[in-house]
């Protein structure tokens, strides 16, 4: 089943008919309204706490015994518009043939929905689980004034509810009516299903979304077309807070379909998720837009961020991260133990800016109408769009309905809304919907860039090789400059990623940051900071393992200690948004994957060397586990194959194992393209790459040929698993060109170095 | 005037002929299953055959195509699920889903001239068809499954 109402919409009204008279609905006065919630609730506070159970919002039975079910995540690929409401099915007790999903609006009493941080499942699973416990227990109340027995006498079967004395038997759909008259159990009388009860909970299931993509149904943002819309391409200032000088529109305005030009003024700083401004071009079509464009004459007032270069930058970082910095942890006396001399290792590595480059570039349709904005985009955050076109425009946030159509890939670009206020901005200009479509070009020039960055490492080894200091430094701009102009130091948030959580048993140690200062819009990119800092991270203890003349793995699980819960001490460590008693950072689990990945891959049983090799990584973040370990053959002319890959992950309960494992066959892909050719350079302010001519991603024989992962059996609390498999891969990977060919790279991408033998 | 077939119907195109092919399928005939990833033939996410060619919609002018038999997603399975389609959702191959319908339409023009791909037959004909999904190992599976089914 597909989401083809999602495009054929009349503009608000995509949900009307969802719901027939007579439909259980957790607060059946919510629904069958045009916008799920919108509409049929006065809005109460302006915030709702995070996982608050809103009964109503998530789930609703139809007397046909149709189960619907809200997502109130966005779908990018990770599969969470299937499991979460397959959470809810379970507890339910529903027959997943029977489900349809309905994606949510953006709406803060869905609680949060900024599907980002791989936190959906770690926020939701309760959340989930109550929504179908609360409905199981309505059916099963109506069904026992029916029978006039006790409720304790009965229980559901898939999809109906059962007297186990007299083996009576009522379908959901015979019981939706009454059950939505049964009062709402409060949330400590809810009953839940064991573990091994559960159906879908932990065993195979595939995205309700398969069928639809495999026959190219409209499920996207680009694909949704409304009346009287028109098509809009903005072209943008080349440096970060330029200005249009002048422009000239007279050939563009030749160019056949299209209708006119509209200026969009600069933001105003913060830039935050404000539309960049420029010249926008009005036509018939996306094409003629694009033409138009091509033909637009534009001069810009650049503004300071036009001495942004790259080479000078990276100077500046690398020289700021060989002096002192603003220390975030210490431990012992790490400058007590250098001054003594013995043997110091120091290395110094550096990893350049990123673009996101989903594969769908931002698009997004607006209307502008009678004071209201709708909007339909592939946003990863419906409510960020709320409040950056209501600021925008200067309405109100509730007059902003978003609808969220699923994302051609996101990585975190789609959390930044940028691209819905200029939509918003348009339409409101023109008086009728429009579609503004970025090209890749736009895409790639006008990013929110994931963070270049130079870290500093240095440890005075014993006898052992063991360290006895160890400090590292990093320095990056930092992503809260998106929000805070003056933030020239790397935020807790990043620091907090594979930083200052390092889980070495190391007695003296310090963590240090220094400054940098923000000259392009930084933003977040799948794991974020902890993708060089893992880097760094992981090549050194590789370097220092080799230095002493160990085998890696035995190194690292030394490094690591013995099996506790770390006590960090910093009072802002960020832990992923979760709290850190319920999410420890747990030395044995590290140390588990670790052994489990080598062996797995079969480490130290192939020697290493003569072009081909193999490196490993562990890794936590987003509260996961992840130990990967990468195989490379390097030849002659110096092109490296990854011939394989094994990833095992500890993240907790996995909700959906099968799309746990695609997730870190995808991260591994992913990183590889990184590793391999992940750079965006700036020139003058401006970005110099552009299309995937000279921005590459990974390509079909750029990624590993295989890649084995393994799951961790665990019922701990569920962990975030979307982003984890990304920071391990890339110094596995290097740790493996180093195990081939003696080169140690400490700097990314490998497209600047040379391996020819 | 152009007169060309797009999944089994006629169609005449009296636009400006230099337009892609892509944006008269998306914008024009609401065939919105072939994607924009690129617009320079860069990354496959347009893909459709031309008669049993994988051509690249977005630098395919309208020009070029009087008399053309274009398929799109939506027409490979006008009768029925092609079976690339069924290896496709057996192996469970797509993430985000973007890319998926231009690789099914590169894998089913591969099959057509090679039945029997080996590897580098795949990477070969995949190359130019970028899944930032990264799900390459399964589109890789997928292809052998169809190669195998239509034995
Ligand atoms: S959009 Fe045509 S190849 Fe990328
Ligand atoms: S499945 Fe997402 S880009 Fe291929």
């Known amino acids: 089943m597909t989401n083809v109402d999602i495009v054929n919409l009349s503009r608000r009204g995509f949900l009307k008919g969802v719901f027939s008279t007579g439909a259980l609905v957790l607060g059946v006065r919510l629904l069958p309204g045009s916008a799920w919630a919108a509409d049929q609730l006065p809005l109460a506070g302006a915030t709702v706490d995070s996982t608050v159970f809103h009964p109503g919002l998530f789930l609703g039975i139809n007397p046909d015994g149709t189960v619907i079910i809200v997502a109130h995540r966005s779908e990018m690929g990770t599969g969470i518009r299937t499991s979460l409401p397959r959470v809810v099915a379970d507890e339910l007790d529903a027959d997943w043939s029977r489900v349809r999903i309905q994606q949510a609006i953006g709406d803060p009493r869905y609680g949060e929905q900024n599907t980002d941080g791989s936190r959906s499942v770690r926020y939701f699973f309760d959340t989930m689980r109550e929504a179908g416990a609360t409905g199981r227990m309505m059916l099963i109340a109506a069904a026992a ?3 006039k027995v006790s409720p304790e006498q009965c229980t559901t079967t898939l999809h109906a509810v059962v007297h186990s004395a007299t083996g009576r038997k009522l379908g959901y759909g015979q019981l939706a009516s009454a059950a939505a008259k049964m009062p709402v159990p409060n949330k400590d009388a809810l009953k839940f299903k064991s573990s091994s009860q559960w159906r879908y909970i932990g065993k195979k299931f595939v995205s309700y979304d398969l069928a639809g993509i495999c026959t190219g149904k409209p499920l996207y943002g680009g694909d949704v077309k409304v009346d009287g819309m028109v098509y809009a391409s903005v072209e943008h200032p080349p440096v970060l807070g330029g200005k249009v000088k002048s422009h000239e529109d007279r050939d563009a305005l030749k160019v056949r379909g299209v209708h006119k030009t509209v200026l969009i003024p600069p933001f105003k700083p913060p830039y935050a998720f404000q539309a960049l401004g420029g010249v926008a071009v009005i036509a018939n079509s996306t094409w003629a837009a694009f033409e138009g464009r091509k033909k637009l004459k534009v001069a810009w007032d650049d503004g300071p961020n036009a001495s942004y270069n790259s080479p000078a930058y990276r100077k500046e970082l690398e020289e700021t991260a060989r002096r002192p910095g603003r220390v975030v942890r210490s431990e012992g006396d790490v400058e007590a133990v250098f001054s003594k001399g013995g043997r110091i290792i120091e290395a110094g590595y550096y990893a350049p800016h990123l673009a996101h480059a989903a594969t769908e570039p931002p698009v997004a349709v607006a209307h502008y109408h009678n004071g209201k904005v709708t909007a339909w985009a592939p946003v990863q955050n419906p409510q960020a769009v709320q409040e950056a076109v209501a600021g925008e425009l200067g309405i109100k946030k509730e007059d902003v309905i978003c609808h969220v159509t699923m994302l051609g890939c996101a990585f975190g670009r789609k959390s930044k809304p940028d691209f819905v206020v200029e939509a918003a901005l348009l ?3 023109l008086g009728r919907p429009v579609k503004v479509a970025w090209t890749r070009e736009d895409d790639i020039k006008f990013d929110y860039y994931h963070a270049v960055a130079a870290m500093y490492l240095k440890a005075a080894v014993g006898q052992d090789g063991m360290p006895a200091a160890w400090l590292q430094r990093s320095v990056f701009p930092s992503l809260m ?25 190391v007695p003296n140690l310090q963590i240090e940051n220094g400054r940098a200062i923000a000259h392009v819009r930084i933003g977040w990119l799948r794991s974020v900071a902890n993708v060089y800092h893992a880097f760094a991270v992981q090549s050194f203890v590789d370097e220092l393992a080799h230095a002493a003349g160990r085998d890696p793995v035995d190194y690292q699980l030394a490094l690591n200690g013995p099996a506790r819960i770390l006590n960090l001490g910093i009072k802002d ?37 003569n072009g081909w090799g193999m490196g490993i990584a562990v890794h936590r973040s987003f509260t996961a586990y992840v130990a990967t370990a990468v195989q490379v053959e390097v030849d002659h ?37 990184i590793a391999r050719t992940g750079e965006i350079t700036a020139t003058n302010g401006r970005i110099d790459q552009s299309n995937f001519n000279d921005y590459e991603v990974a390509r079909f024989a750029d990624a590993p040929y295989e890649t084995r992962v393994t799951i961790v059996p665990s019922d701990a609390p569920p962990c975030g698993v979307g982003e984890p498999g990304v920071p391990p891969f890339i110094p596995a990977f290097y740790n493996a060109i180093f195990a081939a060919t003696g080169k140690r790279l400490r700097e990314l991408p490998l497209s600047k170095h040379n391996l020819a033998a | 005037m152009i007169q060309l077939r797009v999944n089994g119907v006629k169609r005449t195109f009296r636009g400006d002929p230099k337009m892609p092919l892509l944006w008269y399928l998306r914008d024009a005939l609401d065939l919105t299953g072939t994607k924009y990833g690129c617009g320079a033939a860069l990354c496959g996410a347009c893909t459709v055959l031309q008669n049993d060619e994988a051509v690249r919609a977005c630098v395919t002018p309208m020009s070029a195509l009087n008399g053309a038999r274009i398929t799109t997603i939506e027409g490979l399975g006008r009768h029925g699920l092609h079976p690339v389609q069924r290896a496709w959702m057996r192996i469970n191959v797509p993430q985000c889903g973007y890319c998926q319908a231009g690789q099914i339409m590169q894998a089913v023009a591969l099959l057509k001239s090679k039945p029997k791909p080996s590897d580098e037959d795949i990477e070969h004909a995949m190359s130019g068809n970028i899944c930032r999904c990264a799900t390459y190992p399964r589109i890789r599976a997928a292809i052998k499954a169809a190669a195998g089914e239509s034995v």
């Open chain 1, 637 to 673: 002319k110096g092109k490296v194959t990854i011939a394989r890959a094994d990833t095992v992950v500890d993240a907790g309960l996995v909700v959906s194992p099968e799309m746990v494992v695609q997730q870190f066959e995808g991260a591994a892909g992913f990183a590889a393209g």
């Open chain 1, 427 to 429: 339409s409101k200009a």
């Open chain 1, 145 to 147: 004034k029916r029978w």
């Open chain 1, 573 to 609: 460590y960020w832990n992923y948004g979760s709290p850190y008693s319920k999410y420890p950072i747990e030395t044995g689990r590290l140390n588990r994957v670790l052994e489990m990945c080598a062996n797995q891959a079969g480490w130290g049983k192939r020697k290493s060397g």
């Open chain 1, 481 to 505: 400059a998106t929000f805070n102009p003056n933030q020239d130091y790397g935020s807790s948030l990043e620091l907090s990623m594979g930083w200052n959580d390092i889980p070495f048993a």
